[in-house]
């Protein structure tokens, strides 16, 4: 019995090239001619080792997860850190990667969730999106409920909307920095909203 035929590409290499192609273009914009030349591996090698187009996404959407979301949520969770150091360091971890010239500007998920009004995503690649736009949210939600120092300053008290504030600046600075804004000039938005909900 002979051997499936030899892969001759790296699988992640491949898969973070999708990834950017996406970040870049959204889901609809991105074709596979786009894809094709980034990954730099034929069409039929794409369907052998990734499946269709929504198969590609959703695959490029987990890798986005595990490569860069993870990075900015252990911050948030660093032992011995003031809520607030936490939170500011979280939050322009984010920015930065938004302001990144070695990326596509701006965030995967944000561009990628506003498509979902327009109806072109099929189904699977649409609950994916729409269960990654509550992680951020349900995470600080958590947080602002049961850390002590939240509690102690009165946070649990609108942990909903809290959480809803700083989601919605992160939301912004991803477009903000999509039409050229730097991390600079985004911090001060940053510690704006954090002063703002009592995080002094």
Same mark, same amino acid.
């Given at each position: 019995m002979t051997?499936g035929?030899?892969?001759e590409?790296?699988y !992640?290499?491949? @898969? !973070? /090239?999708?990834m950017h192609?996406?970040?870049?273009?959204g889901?609809? +914009? /991105?074709?596979?001619?786009? @894809?094709? $030349?980034k990954?730099n591996?034929?069409?039929?090698?794409?369907?052998?080792?990734? *499946?269709?187009?929504e198969?590609l996404?959703?695959? =490029? %959407?987990?890798?986005?997860l595990? %490569?860069k979301m993870k990075?900015?949520?252990a911050l #948030?969770?660093?032992e &011995?850190?003031a809520?607030k150091?936490?939170?500011?360091?979280?939050m322009?971890?984010?920015v930065?990667?938004?302001?990144s010239?070695?990326?596509?500007? &701006?965030?995967?998920?944000?561009?990628?969730?506003s498509e #979902?009004?327009g +109806? *072109?995503i099929?189904?699977?690649a $649409?609950?994916? #999106?729409?269960?990654? !736009?509550?992680i @951020?949210?349900?995470?600080?939600? $958590?947080?602002?409920?049961?850390?002590?120092? =939240?509690?102690l @300053?009165?946070?649990d008290?609108? /942990?909903?909307?809290?959480?809803l504030s700083l989601?919605t600046? #992160?939301k912004?600075?991803a477009s903000? /920095?999509?039409s050229g804004?730097?991390k600079?000039?985004?911090?001060?938005?940053? !510690?704006?909203?954090? =002063?703002?909900i009592?995080l002094?």
């Amino acid at each position: 019995m002979t051997s499936g035929r030899k892969r001759e590409f790296d699988y !992640d290499i491949a @898969l !973070d /090239a999708a990834m950017h192609v996406f970040w870049l273009k959204g889901y609809a +914009g /991105a074709s596979f001619s786009d @894809l094709i $030349e980034k990954m730099n591996i034929n069409k039929p090698s794409i369907y052998r080792a990734f *499946g269709n187009k929504e198969d590609l996404f959703i695959k =490029a %959407t987990q890798r986005y997860l595990d %490569t860069k979301m993870k990075t900015h949520m252990a911050l #948030l969770f660093e032992e &011995g850190v003031a809520l607030k150091t936490r939170f500011k360091q979280h939050m322009m971890s984010i920015v930065d990667m938004q302001c990144s010239t070695t990326n596509a500007k &701006g965030c995967y998920l944000a561009l990628c969730q506003s498509e #979902l009004i327009g +109806g *072109g995503i099929p189904l699977q690649a $649409e609950l994916m #999106l729409k269960e990654t !736009d509550g992680i @951020l949210t349900k995470c600080y939600e $958590e947080i602002f409920s049961n850390d002590p120092e =939240a509690i102690l @300053l009165g946070l649990d008290k609108n /942990a909903k909307s809290n959480s809803l504030s700083l989601y919605t600046i #992160l939301k912004g600075t991803a477009s903000m /920095a999509r039409s050229g804004a730097v991390k600079s000039e985004l911090e001060y938005s940053v !510690d704006t909203i954090l =002063a703002g909900i009592g995080l002094h």
